[in-house]
C-alpha cells in the first residue's frame, strides 16, 4: 500500500548541531508522487515547509533540506544548524499529484526540541 | 498567506452529544478538507469538498458528516458523538487538487 514512516519522536537536539529527521514512503499505487514536509509550530496549524515533485530534485526552505530519493524511497529532512526557533511537530507526506492532494499520506509526526 | 479559520478551538462534549466543527476560508479555494489526527498516526482525510454543496468521502468518513454551504464555510458534523471521536481535528484548504494545501490551527475534541 501507500504510506510513510518517519523517525519516531520525541527529539532532542542542542542549538547549533545538525539535524536529520528520516522519512521513508511506499508509493505502490501512486503514479506520480509528490513528497512533503510539513511544520506545526505550537498553537500553529500545519505549514508547507518544502515540497519535491520530481524524483532526485532537493528542497530548500528556512535552511531545511530535503531530496527526493526514489531508489532509497527517502525523503529525508536534514539542516546543518539548528535553531530554538525549530522547535516544532514535523510531518512528512506523500501526495499523488494524479488524482490530487486530498490523497495525502502523512507520517505521525517528529517532535523537534532544540535545548538552547 | 492563505487563511483558514476553525471554529471552537477547544470542544468537550458527552457521549452521544451533538457536535459541529466550523471552518472557514477567504483565500477563494474551491478544495476544503477535514482531517483527524490521533496520537501515534498521522493526519487522517475524514471529508472534503471541491466547491458549494459537494461533498466526498474521505478515508475514515464513519460516524462523521460534513457539509459546505459556501464556497468559504466547511463544517463537520458529529451526531452522536463517541469517545473514539476524540481527536485534533484540522480544516484545511487550497485553490485545486494539485496545489498548495493550508491548514487551520486545530480544534481539539474530547468527548466524555
Known amino acids: 500500500g501507500d504510506s510513510v514512516t518517519q523517525t519516531e519522536g520525541p527529539v532532542t537536539v542542542s542549538e547549533s548541531e545538525s539535524l536529520i529527521i528520516n522519512c521513508t514512503y511506499s508509493a505502490t499505487s501512486i503514479a506520480y508522487p509528490n513528497l512533503f514536509w510539513y511544520v506545526r509550530y505550537p498553537g500553529e496549524g500545519l505549514q508547507l515547509l518544502l515540497k519535491v515533485i520530481t524524483a532526485g530534485q532537493k528542497g530548500s526552505s528556512r535552511g531545511f533540506e530535503a531530496t527526493y530519493n526514489k531508489e532509497t524511497t527517502s525523503f529525508h529532512l536534514q539542516k546543518a544548524s539548528v535553531q530554538e526557533s525549530d522547535s516544532a511537530v514535523y510531518y512528512c507526506a506523500l501526495g499523488d499529484r494524479g488524482t490530487g492532494y486530498q490523497n495525502f499520506y502523512f507520517g505521525k509526526g517528529t517532535s523537534l526540541t532544540v535545548i538552547p | 498567506e492563505a487563511a483558514v479559520t476553525q471554529s471552537p478551538r477547544n470542544k468537550v462534549t458527552v457521549t452521544g452529544g451533538n457536535v459541529t466543527l466550523s471552518c472557514r476560508q477567504t483565500n477563494s479555494h474551491n478544495y476544503m478538507y477535514w482531517y483527524r489526527q490521533d496520537t501515534g498516526h498521522g493526519l487522517r482525510l475524514i471529508h472534503y469538498s471541491y466547491g458549494a454543496g459537494n461533498l466526498q468521502i474521505g478515508d475514515v468518513p464513519d460516524g462523521y458528516k460534513a457539509t459546505r454551504t459556501t464556497q468559504e464555510d466547511f463544517f463537520l458534523l458529529l451526531e452522536l458523538a463517541s469517545p473514539s471521536q476524540t481527536s485534533l481535528y484540522f480544516c484545511?484548504?487550497?485553490?485545486?487538487?494539485?496545489?498548495?494545501?493550508?491548514f487551520g490551527k486545530g480544534t481539539r475534541l474530547t468527548v466524555v
Open positions: 484545511a484548504s487550497s485553490v485545486d487538487r494539485d496545489t498548495e494545501v493550508f
